[in-house]
């Protein structure tokens, strides 16, 4: 099974690991089977984790099953613990089913991160930039899309999926990109002001198009630079 698969005693000691489990915890079964948590964690580890096997062993074999999570040496897992009895009703052990997911955790860390570090002042920001009439977007330190609005959509004929995440650059080939890209990196790197280009590009119905785009540092409270702010004419 794609699970990392346990069984335990109540005392803590290993009656089974499974394939999945020696590659999540790094250790062979010969090595793990007859030995107990406290022979292979800290004793601070060790308390946790049989802590929550006996917190399992007290609710029974009936009890519903519930999902924790795990943190262990920089890995984060989701587990089930499920009482194990024999046809006899006698207790056989403790059954712990773990899944790493680190990568997930760790990109929900940053988002949550993310979400903290830019606050209400981006939210409002957002706000303003949706139901505003003129073509804005907001983009973050890489010169990245992170928000359009229609109006800006509408302009330069490009989708809403296709141009969050993503620099000038890599939306449009044309040459008047990279000044684009340039004046974003410049005015990042600088940490304050702002500018105006005038030039001239091809437009969603294939004409020549001639754009006013102006652009400012977006910082917090605190100063630091979370991003541009821009709008185009």
């Known amino acids: 099974l794609p699970l990392g698969l346990s069984m335990r005693d109540g005392d803590g000691k290993y009656l089974?690991?499974?394939?999945t489990w020696e590659k999540y915890f790094g250790a062979a079964r010969e090595e793990v089977v007859g030995t107990t948590l406290h022979q292979r964690l800290t004793p601070e580890e060790a308390?946790?984790?049989?802590?929550?096997?006996r917190a399992v062993l007290g609710r029974g074999a009936e009890a519903p099953l519930e999902l924790s999570e795990f943190s262990h040496r920089g890995r984060h897992y989701l587990q089930t613990r499920t009482v194990m009895i024999d046809s006899q009703g006698l207790l056989r052990g403790v059954l712990i089913a773990s899944l790493d997911v680190t990568e997930k955790h760790q990109i929900e860390q940053a988002l949550a991160e993310a979400r903290e570090?830019?606050?209400d002042q981006i939210v409002l920001t957002r706000s303003l930039i949706d139901e505003n009439p003129s073509a804005m977007?907001?983009?973050d330190r890489q010169g990245r899309y992170v928000t359009v609005?229609?109006?800006?959509?509408k302009m330069v004929g490009v989708t809403r999926e296709r141009a969050i995440g993503?620099?000038?650059?890599?939306?449009?080939?044309e040459q008047e990109s990279e000044r684009y890209h340039a004046e974003?990196?410049?005015?990042?790197?600088?940490g304050e002001g702002s500018s105006e280009v005038e030039s001239l590009r091809t437009g969603p119905d294939g004409k020549p198009q001639w754009v006013i785009v102006r652009k400012a540092v977006l910082r917090r409270a605190d100063g630091e630079v979370?991003?541009?702010i821009g709008a185009n004419t």
């Open 47 to 53: 308390d946790e984790v049989l802590a929550l096997d």
């Open 149 to 153: 609005n229609d109006a800006w959509l």
């Open 184 to 190: 974003d990196m410049r005015l990042l790197a600088q």
């Open 226 to 228: 979370i991003g541009l």
């Open 137 to 139: 977007y907001l983009k």
């Open 117 to 119: 570090r830019l606050g």
């Open 16 to 19: 089974f690991v499974n394939r």
């Open 166 to 173: 993503r620099n000038v650059l890599e939306l449009f080939p």
